[in-house]
């Protein structure tokens, strides 16, 4: 299940304590302090994982808490350090601190595979007594104890990071391209929203490149104040490079859905309008004559809105190669 909101509780490795201790040896009267300190306490890390799609595991495990640090001991040993506990978060994760006053603080942002992030650190440590000792004062009697840390909640936010993002009518045919282009295997069918949650793909071009692609469910008009599905989704294609447009040969009035589809963006997000952009006719196999029923379309979106729309066909591949190559070349103006 796709998961993309989620809360957890964290807590970081108290500091462990420094000891009074004094050296006890044969024939040593009165042996010197040698109480040692404390380990520290172990920090909660996250960690950016680009095979992690999804925040669902935050929803099961509740509290992830680091190693406490060990106290010292005599003979001036330090204690073990807490051992560190790490979260592992989909790229595009946002992470939040929820006061207990209701504030919320962004500790940061996980945009990169094995990139960390210390979200609470652990608790330092407390000295030991042969730490204490001065010239006026050689057997001290006194250590420090280790920090205690106290719980905090999280706030997890995932926006999914796509260079490309795919917007269209439910049954356009966004999922399909996506399989024709990637190794992703979306759920294709043939009726409205079939797809329900977000899904990347990453496409490869000739010469080793490739940009990531994300399908999303399909957007209605309404969809920017919650009707359908479409908008609870938006947010992951807020952050693409540049977006694809799909609008079916046969829909009715392509530039009236593509209008709309522009129009649910602004509304949801008037910055969203202004990202570069690629329009493309799909299922061009399922009209008789392809060359007749786009050149209409191809005139009007020229004319009225200077836009190159692309007609392809997942099916039978047509153009595919051709957008590929338009959406490496638009990526590469960004
Ligand atoms: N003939 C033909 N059929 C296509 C093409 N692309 C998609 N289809 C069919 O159109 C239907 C819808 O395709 P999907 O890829 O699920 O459409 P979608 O835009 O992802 O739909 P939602 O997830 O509901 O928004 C399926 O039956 C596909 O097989 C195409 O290029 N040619
Ligand atoms: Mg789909």
Request: glycine content about 12%; overall charge neutral; aromatic content about 8%.
């Amino acid at each position: 299940m796709f998961i993309d909101y989620a809360k957890a509780r964290i807590k970081a490795g108290n500091g462990g304590d420094g000891v009074v201790s004094f050296r006890r040896e044969k024939f040593v009267a009165k042996g010197g302090p040698d109480g040692g300190d404390g380990g520290r306490g172990g920090d909660v890390i996250a960690v950016g994982d680009e095979n992690v799609n999804t925040l669902i595991t935050y929803r099961y495990t509740q509290l992830y808490a680091a190693g406490n640090g060990k106290n010292g001991s005599g003979s001036r040993k330090t204690g073990a350090a807490g051992e560190n506990v790490y979260m592992r978060m989909p790229l595009g994760t946002q992470v939040f601190l929820l006061k207990e006053d209701g504030k919320k603080i962004k500790l940061g942002e996980i945009t990169q595979h094995g990139e960390e992030l210390v979200l609470a650190r652990g608790g330092r440590a407390g000295k030991g007594n042969s730490n204490f000792a001065t010239a006026t004062n050689q057997a001290p009697r006194h250590a420090t104890l280790g920090k205690k840390t106290q719980e905090q909640e999280l706030e997890l936010v995932l926006k999914l990071m796509a260079d490309v993002g795919l917007v269209g009518f439910p049954n356009a045919g966004k999922s399909t391209l996506l399989s024709v282009l990637s190794s992703a295997r979306p759920k294709i069918a043939d009726y409205e929203f079939t797809t329900l949650e977000p899904m990347l793909g990453v496409v490869k071009g000739s010469d080793y490149r490739s940009f990531v692609m994300a399908d999303i469910p399909g957007i209605i008009e309404g969809a920017h104040e919650g009707k359908g599905l479409g908008h609870q989704f938006l947010q992951h294609i807020q952050r693409t490079a540049i977006l694809l447009f799909l609008i079916d040969i046969n829909t009715p009035d392509p530039i009236a859905a593509y209008q709309t589809l522009r129009s649910e963006l602004y509304l949801y997000d008037k910055y969203l309008d202004t990202r570069p952009f690629i329009v493309v006719i799909s299922k061009m196999d399922t009209v008789a004559d392809p060359d007749e029923a786009f050149a209409p379309i191809g005139k009007a979106f020229k004319e009225q809105f200077n836009v190159d729309a692309l007609p392809i066909s997942a099916v039978t591949h047509l153009n595919l190669d051709k957008l590929t190559h338009r959406i490496f070349e638009l990526l590469d103006e960004q």
